[in-house]
């Protein structure tokens, strides 16, 4: 029990530090300006464009980091601060959400393995933990009738929801090498705006890293209470 507080402890804490670092990073070059004088959404448009793909909509959204690509209605979604500035930072963010964008329409596999999980993750996260908890209460850990059961489906669904944050992995770092290959195959930007991109695509690929190991640290946490580690 001490030693799962310390490892989770240890994440938290590494995962503050990546997410904080990851802050530092857009903010130091958010400040790079583009030679070319191109906005986030500009960058965007151009590098659908170039991928031949016509039927995504580049659009503003509310908030900071709040950048996403959405399968559903085919739209690269951009912060505000992304959409409209016209720095190393934004040119990052664009060109990985048309990352995605691009994956979609060549069927990345492992885009689409992710986006199939996503309705069954949406529940499994809000329930997983409450089933485990049900079952402990009801004598899982001694492999007690129905408590054991429930239990079992709990770690089930947040196995589940383990797999799709490693699943997301390949699909992140996939978007930022497809987003860093155009920029750099099409010259558009400076040696120096092209290194501060790929430096914070990296630390925004680092978050997902960390969450994923926590993910994974919390089933083997579980998974030990519910089999009887806890007696030990």
């Known amino acids: ?129 409450w089933l485990i908890f049900g079952g402990l209460l009801l004598g899982a850990a001694s492999g007690l009738g129905i408590g054991y059961y429930i239990a079992i489906a709990g770690l089930v669904l947040m196995a589940i929801a383990t797999a799709f944050s490693f699943i997301t992995l390949p699909v992140e770092y996939d978007a930022s090498n497809r987003a860093l290959a155009w920029l750099k195959n099409k010259n558009m930007l400076s040696q120096q705006e092209y290194a501060g991109s790929e430096d914070a695509l990296k630390w925004a690929a680092r978050t997902y890293v960390v969450a994923a190991i926590g993910a994974l640290a919390s089933l083997l946490y579980w998974a030990l209470q519910v089999f009887g580690g806890s007696r030990d």
């Open 1 to 129: 029990m001490i030693g799962y507080y310390i490892l989770i402890g240890a994440i938290a804490l590494v995962s503050w530090g990546v997410s904080a670092r990851l802050k530092s990073k857009f903010e130091q070059y958010s400040k790079v300006g583009l030679r070319n004088g191109m906005s986030g959404a500009e960058i965007a448009e151009k590098m659908l464009a170039d991928h031949g793909i016509s039927n995504v909509r580049v659009i503003s959204t509310p908030g900071r980091l709040t950048d996403h690509y959405n399968p559903a209605d085919r739209t690269v979604n951009l912060s505000e601060a992304v959409y409209n500035q016209r720095n190393a930072a934004a040119a990052a963010v664009a060109a990985h959400e048309v990352g995605h964008a691009v994956q979609h329409a060549t069927a990345y596999e492992w885009l689409t393995m992710r986006s199939k999980l996503v309705p069954v993750v949406n529940v499994a996260s809000g329930m997983s933990q």
